[in-house]
């Protein structure tokens, strides 16, 4: 079940939320307001190569250190 983030339009709040369902009500825990708006998040983790070496991967796909889309341009493995 994903986690989403949000802020409230009312109390200018940002709160996450898991969310079990695409029609879940969302309300904001610090004003009960259900006018929210979902934020895009950004993803990051870690690739594996085959030999065991590991490289740092975003949402862009781009190197974490950097942001070039290939790692080898800084040297962040």
Same mark, same amino acid.
């Given at each position: 079940? /994903?986690?989403? @983030?949000? $802020?409230?339009?009312? #109390?200018?709040? @940002?709160? @996450?939320?898991?969310?079990?369902?695409?029609? &879940?009500?969302?309300? +904001?825990?610090?004003?009960?307001?259900?006018?929210?708006?979902?934020?895009? %998040? &950004?993803?990051?983790?870690?690739? $594996? &190569?085959?030999?065991? %070496?590991?490289? /740092?991967?975003?949402? %862009?796909?781009? #190197?974490?250190? +950097?942001?070039? %889309?290939?790692?080898?341009?800084?040297?962040?493995?």
């Amino acid at each position: 079940m /994903p986690i989403f @983030e949000y $802020r409230c339009q009312k #109390c200018d709040s @940002e709160f @996450e939320k898991l969310v079990f369902g695409a029609d &879940a009500d969302v309300h +904001c825990p610090g004003c009960d307001s259900v006018e929210v708006e979902k934020l895009y %998040s &950004a993803f990051s983790g870690v690739a $594996r &190569a085959g030999d065991g %070496s590991t490289r /740092p991967i975003t949402s %862009s796909g781009g #190197c974490a250190s +950097c942001g070039s %889309s290939n790692c080898s341009t800084c040297g962040g493995h």
